[in-house]
């Protein structure tokens, strides 16, 4: 990924669909891993214990994507993968979308079901507020006292948030470094013989 943001969303979001009297509640929640996904599963989950089907995708780690689509026993890539797309189309990242289905007694047909879980999805993202949030690297940087001065320097030009430490030898910062910036100013810093590892 060339951009130091991604786009997420701010606020867990709810949005239903209705086709033929099967009813589709779709949840969107802001997550960052795997464990979440399935905290969040099972809240919804909890909300609903008479639903039928709970399909969902997530799109987590803007810099490594990874996601999943989920069909939870409706027929294949009729849910799993319209709500994934319904992402996609929108460009979240961190972020898992939950379709929750009521059965209506009418079969919908698989371009029917993929319709409603797209529609589902969609609505949910509507309703969240989204932002964009910047792509940062921890990185502890040491460097002798006397050129502290020096390394602040460099650091003040990122405009980044730093925290200042120190050891008995070193003068030590904590960086949060722009994802673009950080070869750059990982390179500059061991070539004036400081030591830097990412957090």
């Not at 709810?14 to 969107?28: M, N, Q, V």
């Not at 050129?147 to 990122?158: A, H, N, P, T």
């Amino acid at each position: 990924m060339q951009t130091d943001t991604y786009k997420t969303i701010l606020t867990d979001a709810e949005g239903t669909f209705r086709d033929r009297g099967s009813k589709f509640i779709g949840y969107a929640f802001e997550v960052s891993d795997e464990e979440q996904v399935k905290t969040k599963l099972q809240v919804v989950k909890k909300l609903h214990p008479s639903a039928r089907h709970f399909c969902y995708a997530y799109r987590i780690d803007p810099l490594q994507e990874k996601w999943r689509a989920n069909d939870d026993g409706e027929p294949s890539s009729s849910a799993g993968k319209p709500i994934l797309n319904q992402m996609k189309s929108v460009g979240v990242m961190n972020c898992l979308v939950v379709v929750v289905r009521y059965f209506g007694g009418t079969l919908l047909g698989v371009p029917g079901l993929i319709h409603a879980y797209r529609e589902a999805a969609a609505i949910a993202l509507e309703n969240a507020k989204t932002q964009n949030k910047r792509i940062t690297i921890g990185v502890e940087v040491h460097c002798p006292f006397a050129e502290s001065g020096e390394l602040m320097k460099i650091i003040k030009k990122l405009q980044v948030n730093y925290l200042l430490g120190s050891t008995a030898e070193n003068f030590v910062l904590h960086v949060e470094v722009p994802h673009s910036e950080i070869d750059s100013l990982i390179q500059n810093v061991e070539e004036k013989g400081w030591t830097v590892q990412k957090a």
